[in-house]
């Protein structure tokens, strides 16, 4: 087999693997409106897990046909969960000039956008709360502002709160991030959170995939991690 070949080939399995975490994907957005909150929580885990999987293993594709092909599969379940910023990131990575115009034949949307990568996803402005002497009362009520402020619906703060009802005060300010919260703990001056990636939400886990493949990434809370470091 010659070299060609054999990439061409590895560019098909890689596809093929894409195809399986995004069918992972779509699964987990049927159940994020489920009534049980805990359930409506692990299901958005698991799509922000797949997805994210999905956009590396694409991404990585070298062969630009096999590579747009990936993307335009992932474009798909982003437009499933109504993702449209994710989707116009990842569009600019498109070369291939028949799959980009059958791309926007399915997601209209996405017309007279061009790859740069300037213009990636920019999450919230992410809002710094001093946990010294702060209530437990109040960083709830500072979390859930930050939730709204940044888009999210009151459905997903019911949910966070229900989360956190029987949670002790460290698990709440975990399960904070982990609903996608823009936020930054300080404690005794501090970061309670040192470029914990597993704690970023879905937009800045992308823009810190984006910005590893070109160098490095600053965490929320001022953590420079380098690309050289273990990819998470």
């Known amino acids: 087999m010659s070299n060609l070949s054999a990439q061409k080939e590895d560019a ?9 975490k995004c069918l992972l994907a779509n699964k987990a957005i049927e159940g994020i409106t489920n009534s049980d909150p805990k359930r409506r ?3 958005k885990a698991n799509y ?22 990936a993307i335009r599969q992932v474009i798909n379940v982003c437009r499933h969960a109504n993702d449209l910023n994710i989707a116009k990131t990842l569009f600019k990575e498109v070369d291939h000039h028949l799959l980009r115009e059958q791309i926007v034949k399915d997601f209209p949307e996405l017309a007279g956008d061009r ?5 990636e996803v920019k999450p919230p402005a992410t809002v710094t709360i001093h946990l010294d002497g702060l209530k437990r009362e109040a960083v709830i009520y500072l979390v859930t502002k930050a ?6 619906s009151e459905r997903e703060i019911d949910g966070f709160k229900d989360d956190i009802n029987n949670a002790d005060d460290e698990t709440m300010l975990a399960k904070s991030i982990a609903w996608g919260a823009p936020i930054c703990f ?5 970061p309670w959170i040192v470029g914990d990636s597993t704690r970023l939400n879905l937009g800045q886990r992308i ?9 490095s990434y600053v965490h929320p809370d001022g953590t420079i991690e380098l690309a050289s470091a273990k990819r998470g």
């Open 12 to 20: 098909a399995q890689a596809v093929f693997r894409v195809t399986g």
């Open 41 to 43: 929580q692990s299901e």
């Open 48 to 69: 922000e897990h797949h997805l994210v999987e999905a956009i590396a293993s694409a991404l990585a594709i070298k062969d630009q046909f096999y590579k747009g092909v």
């Open 115 to 119: 790859k740069n990568i300037a213009n």
């Open 147 to 152: 939730m709204r402020d940044a888009g999210a």
């Open 186 to 190: 300080l404690k005794d001056g501090q």
């Open 207 to 215: 823009k810190r995939w984006f910005s590893l493949w070109r160098g």
